[in-house]
């Protein structure tokens, strides 16, 4: 008898082209891991749920909204409560007019100009995100490119330059530079003569030639060439006064400063990797395409106080947060998508392991400051559309808006997106102190920065009631012993949310969580 | 009695910033080398031209028609004669309707669904041509952000990976992480101590560690945090099958191939770094904007046949190209755009030395090709929302959209643009043959590329009547004997286009260019 076994991923791919044909052969390659981007395989086909059944989400984040909109498709009689006024959760933006309250009583108004808005939480969708980019289209969200890496930007460290910010394209320019140089030294020493063979080492070094822009000595030294990428001390331009001058590179030493590396490899994160896209005009429109589809079936400003559970259905307690009034939903199931800070302190019936899960990840801070200036100075003086400038300082970047290019009149920064510890601490100080922190750190960018500023901004993620910060912070450790318990159907609850997921605090997180929790509760439903 | 010395930049910037602020401080810094991105201070101010002065400017590209702006609004009469019967010379478009004519006589008939184009000359922008970016504010041209860098492009060796494309984001992550594996293992064994001293090696060694991804043992392998910059085999996802797994990394033989360093250099270049624009509706939209500034000054179709000069005057020879009419115009003065392989075959009266140079600029020609596909399958099936896919094939490169991201319907796509030798080989074929061998080596990349193709077109800039090549090809040699001699005014005639720049092949050096020209020739003309 022959042991089973499995069929190399060749066999598999050739016996599926031969079957189908190239769309099959390409959707297979993906299924087997070769070019993966994504999880989403297209919207879930729900359908048939049972005369009567229901559902009642909690939340209506991005997460508890797709829940209800392919619940509501899959028959599924649903509602929404909803603690906030307005839909959307962490997927909000601030415009002129609007109020942020915090815990421990700090308020401010929104002043920015009409058309200006921030983004406190996501702000900008990687390109593999599929399932939001699938959700926009069916929702008709329109999307436009958000310009993420720019070479133009500054990259700051109080340790390298003396401390003045250098140009991102110089310093990861002068940074391949060095490391080619060095690199085709060793190789021609024969250092790495026990690592790789002698073919390979001729590639490289004619590899470290091209890619550093090396000289005939294998050297690394300022150029017109060299210059043609870091760029010039005086451009080509035309006519009799044309003719270039190189500029000077940037030695070994200040290159090598960890920030200038973090930043260059910031953008290799497969989640930062251009192309990226944001909505037109604020990433709310996000959440309000999603809330078009639910027209009456979301109940805003309704805190949930708490979710019981028997054999026949759920039962969540609910207060009007207006008016005090006491509510309760009845369904025969729940999809809970409140994040674990609050839902933590809610009365939850679930079994003890998913109690324990609830209180055990940790949630981590965020600090988004948005700056409203007089006019686009960084277009206008210094030749910086969109992308951002990185600092070693506690405000960590300084972010230019991906819309409204050229345009005059006043235009709002990120000012501060301050995370790790840094987040506590702005989370610390009153709103007023934030932004004048804001203003001195990103002063060191912007010699017109003080002078061109009008208003602001900052939203503290900690001090947010609705949510006590800004996203889940698994540990490989805490996820072994909890994912599976928080994920999983208890009773008649799921939970969503992108603390359900492995993906991190994206927004892609919070539906591939949701898709993944409605289509096993339908399963669970159908064979109730 | 003291020698003049030149003050030190430190001390010429300190006095600066004394007498006129941080902005005349930047400005200075810009002025004196220190983040110099362009030659363009504005436009220039020119103003009182000699009552009834006048001016004839021979060609309506981008440099024609700005001289023919700036010089109007400084008072000079002006008139400007155009072979072709539409304003922009190589900054155009086609759109369905168009027509093609070859040298040759192959003519293509442009099939194009509405709102769908090629940009057969120029079609992005780099954020430092700034005076390109000047006038399209001035003009009223609306632009967008041009994608550039896209990760998820494709990069193609017939040498590498057994000829199969691969992710550029995969191929630059390995690239980056087997250098920095090799160059710390060199560093650890002291490889390069006599070349840098102990802290900058401990500085390199910990950069290679954080920018290469390597691991404890500083080796550069298989794993999730590597996954988290080149891809997952299988990506996180939510709910209980989130948990992601690893991809397998490239070995170093394969990476090293010089078609993914050249790939991975090609967007340092200075003139490819991102931020990059393009005007919204197709580049044309340009040559329009300047066009409308110019109502009734431009005379179309009309051969110039000789450019004669003496002390009182110029006199252009035409003739018009339709009706063969012959036609005198006079000027004081003549700027004249026309590009050296035809201005070479035309009569002109000038030195010898100018007419010396007008016969020695040699032009590289090109080939851009594009075709439209029933639908954005690169989008809808691969994920791949603008910028390009590089091959060592003859095509070079295949560039997808930047505009009407995840729209239905028909896109066309650049399926070639062949430089160098290439560009003559594809000049040499049948439009017809050209594009099958564009949907040939096209398909390397995209299974889907014939099924999905529509029509198209095949631009040989060698084989246009209008310009019999693609743009000036200075060597330092040529340059050297030259150059000076073309730029200079000769008598009562100056050169003005991208050959007379430093710049090269882009829109911003026939600016350039241009306001040189006429500023030089507003003095002469204000001084004769």
């Known amino acids: 008898m022959t042991e089973f076994t499995a069929p190399s991923r060749r066999q598999l791919l050739t016996a599926i082209g031969k079957a189908g044909g190239a769309a099959a052969l390409y959707h297979a390659m993906t299924a087997l891991g070769h070019a993966a981007p994504t999880q989403f395989n297209g919207p879930p086909k729900l359908s048939g749920a049972r005369k009567g059944a229901s559902v009642v989400v909690l939340g209506a984040g991005l997460a508890g909204m797709l829940a209800a909109y392919e619940l509501s498709k899959a028959g599924y009689s649903v509602q929404v409560i909803e603690y906030q006024n307005r839909p959307g959760g962490r997927n909000y933006s601030l415009r002129g007019g609007d109020v942020v309250k915090e815990v421990g009583g700090a308020i401010q108004q929104v002043k920015f100009a009409p058309g200006n808005y921030l983004n406190p939480g996501p702000w900008r969708i990687p390109y593999h995100h599929q399932a939001l980019l699938h959700y926009c289209q069916e929702f008709g969200v329109a999307l436009e490119p958000f310009v993420q890496l720019n070479y133009n930007g500054y990259v700051h460290s109080d340790k390298a330059f003396g401390g003045k910010p250098q140009r991102y394209g110089e310093v990861a320019t002068d940074f391949k530079g060095h490391i080619a140089e060095l690199l085709a030294k060793a190789a021609n020493k024969n250092a790495l003569d026990d690592t790789i063979n002698k073919e390979d080492r001729d590639k490289l070094v004619e590899a470290m030639r091209g890619w550093g822009v090396l000289d005939k000595d294998m050297a690394y030294k300022s150029s017109l060439k060299v210059s043609a990428q870091r760029g010039f001390d005086r451009p080509p331009g035309g006519g009799v006064g044309g003719a270039p001058t190189p500029s000077d590179i940037f030695g070994l030493d200040d290159v090598l400063d960890p920030r200038m590396w973090q930043t260059i490899s910031f953008y290799f994160n497969n989640v930062m990797q251009t192309t990226m896209f944001q909505p037109v005009g604020g990433m709310d429109m996000i959440g309000k395409g999603f809330a078009k589809q639910l027209t009456g079936k979301i109940r805003y400003s309704s805190k949930v106080t708490k979710i019981a559970q028997g054999d026949s259905g759920v039962t969540i307690s609910y207060e009007d947060t207006a008016t005090g009034a006491k509510g309760e939903a009845k369904a025969d199931w729940c999809v809970c998508t409140i994040p674990l800070p609050i839902l933590s302190q809610i009365e939850v019936q679930a079994s003890a392991p998913m109690q324990t899960a609830i209180k055990s990840v940790p949630y981590h801070s965020s600090c988004k400051i948005g700056l409203e200036m007089k006019r686009r100075f960084w277009e206008e003086d210094e030749q910086i559309y969109g992308g951002?400038?990185?600092?070693?300082?506690?405000?960590?970047?300084?972010?230019?808006?991906?819309?409204?290019?050229?345009?005059?009149?006043?235009?709002?920064?990120?000012?501060?997106?301050?995370?790790?510890?840094?987040?506590?601490?702005?989370?610390?100080?009153?709103?007023?102190?934030?932004?004048?922190?804001?203003?001195?750190?990103?002063?060191?960018?912007?010699?017109?920065?003080?002078?061109?500023?009008?208003?602001?901004?900052?939203?503290?993620?900690?001090?947010?009631?609705?949510?006590l910060g800004c996203a889940s912070s698994w540990t490989d450790d805490i996820r072994k012993t909890h994912y599976q318990n928080l994920v999983g159907i208890d009773g008649r609850v799921v939970l969503a949310g992108e603390h359900a997921s492995y993906v991190g605090a994206w927004m892609e997180a919070a539906l591939l969580s949701s898709l993944d929790a409605v289509t096993r509760l339908h399963q669970r439903a159908q064979a109730a």
Do not use: C, D
Request: hydrophobic share 40%; aromatic share 16%.
């Open 388 to 467: 951002h400038s990185f600092t070693s300082q506690s405000i960590s970047q300084l972010s230019y808006p991906s819309s409204g290019f050229f345009k005059k009149g006043p235009a709002v920064v990120l000012g501060a997106y301050a995370g790790g510890a840094a987040a506590f601490q702005f989370g610390g100080m009153t709103p007023e102190e934030r932004i004048e922190e804001a203003l001195k750190q990103g002063s060191v960018f912007h010699k017109q920065y003080r002078a061109e500023y009008s208003n602001g901004v900052a939203v503290a993620w900690s001090r947010l009631p609705w949510i």
